[in-house]
């Protein structure tokens, strides 16, 4: 397939299965992915500063190339409808200023290999599975983004949190431990907090218990914070 450009809305009642070439949505107003099938490309590049919705899965096997940034605090420069899911292949990258919001899925046909790093939602926001004793890796991991909105998990919310929640799952898999590194920007940081102070914060869904995790590294300048030792697989946000 040779490039696709496209300025408008984009509607896909047939198949898209684009091996290789690029899809580029470079619109001046605002985008939409619909129709009742999924798209399926090898690159997919959005430069368009009012963003691109999508309403339809999409598939990404090469670069997801997020060039132009967030339209909004609460919105990605892609933002997938609900329960749309934005599967990204097995050597898929992401580059790029922008977001992804709702639901990003990776499901390697390999599996997935220790001590790689794997992107989602931004091209500073991997994971990273590390080898501890009697772990069985995930099928498939996924991450859903919520920007705009603070935590509010009840009592033990941190107080004065940024703007953004990753709640991470996985399908498969036991005692999975990963390293997290998560993007954010300088927005939704609530003023008069110190950036280099930046903490992360998990909420464990299951069980409930709501604590601090802190830092293994922060990186004010690309603005990104990392931690060790998650235990992804227990429905931890």
Same mark, same amino acid.
Do not use: C
């Given at each position: 397939m040779d490039d696709l450009d496209i300025a408008g809305d984009f509607t896909n009642n047939g198949n898209l299965d684009a091996?290789?070439?690029?899809?580029?949505?470079?619109?001046?107003?605002?985008?939409?992915?619909?129709?009742?099938?999924?798209?399926?490309?090898?690159?997919?590049?959005?430069?368009?500063?009012?963003?691109?919705?999508a309403d339809a899965d999409i598939t990404?096997?090469?670069?997801?190339?997020?060039q132009s940034g967030n339209p909004s605090?609460?919105?990605?420069?892609?933002?997938m409808g609900s329960?749309?899911?934005?599967?990204?292949?097995?050597?898929?990258?992401?580059?790029?200023?922008?977001?992804?919001?709702?639901?990003?899925?990776?499901?390697?046909s390999g599996g997935f290999a220790l001590n790689t790093e794997y992107s989602f939602v931004n091209a500073n926001t991997i994971i990273l599975f590390t080898s501890v004793p009697a772990q069985t890796l995930p099928s498939s991991a996924s991450v859903k983004v919520t920007l705009g909105t603070a935590p509010? =998990?009840?009592?033990?919310?941190?107080?004065?949190?940024?703007?953004?929640?990753?709640?991470?799952?996985q399908s498969g898999g036991t005692g999975t431990k990963a390293l997290l590194r998560s993007h954010y920007r300088d927005e939704e940081i609530p003023s008069g907090v110190n950036?280099?102070?930046?903490?992360? =914060?998990?909420?464990?869904?299951?069980?409930?218990?709501?604590?601090?995790?802190?830092?293994?590294?922060?990186?004010?300048?690309?603005?990104?914070?990392t931690v060790q030792d998650v235990d992804y697989g227990t429905g931890s946000k």
């Amino acid at each position: 397939m040779d490039d696709l450009d496209i300025a408008g809305d984009f509607t896909n009642n047939g198949n898209l299965d684009a091996g290789t070439g690029t899809v580029a949505f470079g619109g001046t107003s605002a985008q939409t992915i619909g129709g009742s099938s999924s798209n399926i490309v090898q690159n997919l590049t959005i430069n368009n500063t009012a963003g691109v919705s999508a309403d339809a899965d999409i598939t990404v096997n090469g670069i997801l190339n997020l060039q132009s940034g967030n339209p909004s605090l609460s919105s990605g420069t892609l933002a997938m409808g609900s329960g749309k899911i934005l599967s990204m292949g097995d050597i898929a990258t992401t580059t790029g200023a922008g977001d992804v919001t709702g639901i990003i899925r990776r499901t390697p046909s390999g599996g997935f290999a220790l001590n790689t790093e794997y992107s989602f939602v931004n091209a500073n926001t991997i994971i990273l599975f590390t080898s501890v004793p009697a772990q069985t890796l995930p099928s498939s991991a996924s991450v859903k983004v919520t920007l705009g909105t603070a935590p509010s =998990w009840g009592v033990g919310t941190p107080a004065n949190a940024i703007s953004r929640v990753l709640d991470i799952s996985q399908s498969g898999g036991t005692g999975t431990k990963a390293l997290l590194r998560s993007h954010y920007r300088d927005e939704e940081i609530p003023s008069g907090v110190n950036e280099s102070l930046l903490s992360m =914060w998990i909420y464990k869904s299951s069980i409930p218990l709501i604590y601090e995790k802190g830092k293994s590294a922060i990186n004010i300048i690309d603005n990104n914070i990392t931690v060790q030792d998650v235990d992804y697989g227990t429905g931890s946000k």
